[in-house]
């Protein structure tokens, strides 16, 4: 799929944006029904709606050129390398068509501490949430100590955060009794197993009891 080259003068270019003295040559009615800032500056007493220039002192080119070629057809789709200054460029424009666009993207991913940190910058709750189910399988002490990105995680996100680690460890506490349970019921089995049974079965119910005990604190330890 080719998306457009802003380096060149087309048909359809009424205005040249400029940004690290670069030259991008773009449509007016594409910026207007995408942003209410570029609308006003070409449609108010700004200079620029006289002017076939808009300047962006700023703004690097490489950044305007990718949130045109987002934003023009086909649309270049928002990845993990390019959403954090999409989601900047699109708040600096109040482009809320982009804005939507981030954070469906955040909402389709699995959620990692730097996700949830633009999350908590943009106010997408239901990314924070989703966030939130993920990282509660991997937070831990460690991370909570020496991790230098936590120390920018708010309050109320600290709070989503944390309660939903504290559910999943006591889901996994209140599985871990369950087994604990099962397998003591089985000893209490044994023990009124006369002779040999008693013997055989203990042998093998000694050995589950091992596995299972084994097994769960491999999962606790890694949950």
């Known amino acids: 799929m080719e998306f457009p080259d802003f380096s060149k003068p087309t048909v359809m270019c009424d205005v040249i944006v400029v940004a690290d003295t670069k030259k991008l040559y773009c449509n007016k009615a594409i910026l207007s029904i995408w942003s209410p800032v570029f ?3 070409f449609k108010s007493n700004f200079k620029e709606k006289d002017s076939n220039e808009v300047q962006l002192p700023d703004k690097s080119y490489d950044d305007i ?5 987002v ?8 990845t993990i390398v390019n959403v954090e200054r999409m989601l900047e460029l699109a708040d600096e424009y ?10 469906t993207f955040l909402m389709q ?3 990692t501490l730097e996700i949830l940190l633009l999350a908590q910058r943009y106010q997408f709750d239901d990314v924070v949430k989703r966030c939130a189910d993920h990282l509660k399988h991997t937070i831990n002490s ?7 990105k936590i ?4 309050l109320e996100t600290m709070n989503a955060l944390l309660v939903a680690r504290i559910k999943h460890l006591e889901t996994l506490l209140d599985s871990f009794k369950k087994k604990v349970s099962g397998a003591c019921e089985k000893f209490r089995e044994i023990k009124a197993l006369p002779g040999k049974k008693l013997i055989i079965k203990f042998k093998h119910q000694i050995f589950l009891f091992f596995f299972i005990t084994v097994y769960i604190l491999y999962n606790v330890k890694n949950k």
Do not use: F, H, W
């Open 39 to 41: 609308e006003t500056m």
């Open 65 to 69: 050129y990718e949130l045109l070629q």
């Open 71 to 78: 934003i023009y057809p086909p649309n270049k789709p928002i």
């Open 94 to 103: 109040q482009m809320i068509e982009l804005n939507k666009r981030c954070r």
């Open 109 to 111: 991913q699995r959620g």
């Open 142 to 148: 460690n991370i909570l100590a020496t991790d230098s």
């Open 151 to 154: 120390k920018e995680v708010n």
